[in-house]
């Protein structure tokens, strides 16, 4: 096709498809900076001057005016041009603010810290394997706090236990739990403080995350809650689980069927499996119509991918989607599966699964 056969409205279309995609990975930048320096939450107080939301704040004038006018083009902000005063409109506080599930303002720390890795991931395309996990830390261990701290305070007791048939009476009664690929241990510790006569043990290949894990287990008296540096390929069932977690954790491996035959193995008969996984289909063209899908597949090539390849794994990706997750919990030996939307988060889906009773057909 030559210069002169192109549809031009099609090309200026798409070219500012383009820059607003330039201009939105910008403004998700600068929703870092105001999460980072407490902008967000400072603004969600009431109309102010940028000298006012500086002083408030604790922060240097210049930048908070800058920050604003970001925040004002990107429609974040509504800027008052007679009495200059920017306001915060409480529907959008609702989504960048507070210690709730629905503040979205973390999760723009995932950016700015995949941007960093994207030179070492293109030298991956060229020459094959990954770029490893360790190469992540300590930053992605942060990171991911901060992601699914809120969720957990908000959700982890009151909405996802109690979709584990007979989990919430298991745990009441006490009951053995193991949380694989734990993080910062912060489901840990609260499901701990929630059932004090079970056990919790949280598995992590990450030193920083275990060690962060302890602190707070501790901090916060749990001392039914234990933390161990463990590959999950590595998991042995002595003695056995009454209920195995995993959240975000299988499609990172390198071997995600092996892990969950030995999820499976862990468990005693009838034992519950909780696999919070990204919300996606397996199939492309199903993903198409979906809004964050390129979030997803972005976030996979920048990590989740990228961090199985370079341990030789298979590279599920981000989006290996609910079809193939069927697939492979039917393969590992899991029962019937029941898939929840994860409450106040539109990227993950849970899935709900037991160990079959040796008795069951
Ligand atoms: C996406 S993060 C999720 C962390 C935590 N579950 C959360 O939701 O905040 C995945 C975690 O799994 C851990 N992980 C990945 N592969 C692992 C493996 N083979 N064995 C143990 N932990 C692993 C990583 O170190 C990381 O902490």
Known sequence: MTPNTLDQARVEEFAGNVLETYTRSIVTLMIDLGYRTGLFESAAQGPTT?????ERAGL???YVREWLAAMTTAGIVEFDATARTYTLPAEHAACLTGPGAANLAPLARVTTHLAEHVPRV?????????VPYSEYRPEFTNVMDSVSRNFFDE??????VPLAPGLPER????????DVGCGTGHAVVLLAKAFPGSTFVGYDLAEDAIAQARAEAAEAGADNAYFEVRDAAKLTADPPYDAVLTFDCIH??????GVLERINAMLVPGGNYVMMEPAASSLLEENVANPVAPLLYGVSTLHCMTVSLASGGVGLGTA????MTREYLAHAGFGPVLAYDAPDDPLDT????????????
């Open 50 to 54: 940028s000298e006012g939301l500086a």
């Open 60 to 62: 240097q004038e210049r």
């Open 122 to 130: 293109a030298s991956a395309f060229r020459e094959g394997g990954g």
């Open 155 to 160: 959700h982890l007791v009151e909405r996802v």
């Open 171 to 178: 745990l009441a009664a006490g009951a053995r739990v193991a």
């Open 252 to 257: 990172d491996q390198a071997d995600p069927a």
């Open 320 to 323: 290996w989607g609910a079809q």
């Open 350 to 361: 849970i899935f709900v699964t037991h160990k079959p009773e040796t008795t069951e057909p």
